[in-house]
């Protein structure tokens, strides 16, 4: 298994969401990577949440279970990619 670097999602082509501190009503300034393809939105967890680079997708639809796995994200941004409605 590849765990998924900050970096990897950059390179695929997440956008890097900041939040302020004054916006989120949390003691810190915090940011999370999002991408959305069609109608389906990955999420990464925020990076006051992540441990060792080990950076986590969530899909917001559909209740399946976390993607840390590189490989995995990169198949299904592929999958969504190939499917998407022009």
């Given at each position: 298994?590849?765990?998924?670097?900050?970096?990897?999602?950059?390179?695929?082509?997440?956008?890097?969401?900041?939040?302020?501190?004054?916006?989120?009503?949390?003691?810190?300034?915090?940011?999370?990577?999002?991408?959305?393809?069609?109608?389906?939105?990955?999420?990464?967890?925020?990076?006051?949440?992540?441990?060792?680079?080990?950076?986590?997708?969530?899909?917001?639809?559909?209740?399946l279970a976390p993607i840390n796995d590189l490989d995995?994200?990169?198949?299904?941004?592929?999958?969504?990619?190939?499917?998407?409605k022009k």
């Open positions: 298994m590849k765990t998924i670097s900050e970096s990897h999602l950059r390179s695929l082509g997440f956008s890097r969401e900041d939040v302020p501190m004054v916006d989120s009503g949390y003691n810190q300034d915090f940011y999370y990577y999002s991408m959305d393809i069609n109608n389906v939105c990955l999420l990464s967890d925020a990076d006051d949440e992540v441990e060792n680079n080990q950076w986590t997708i969530h899909l917001l639809e559909g209740g995995d994200l990169v198949k299904l941004i592929h999958l969504l990619k190939k499917y998407e």
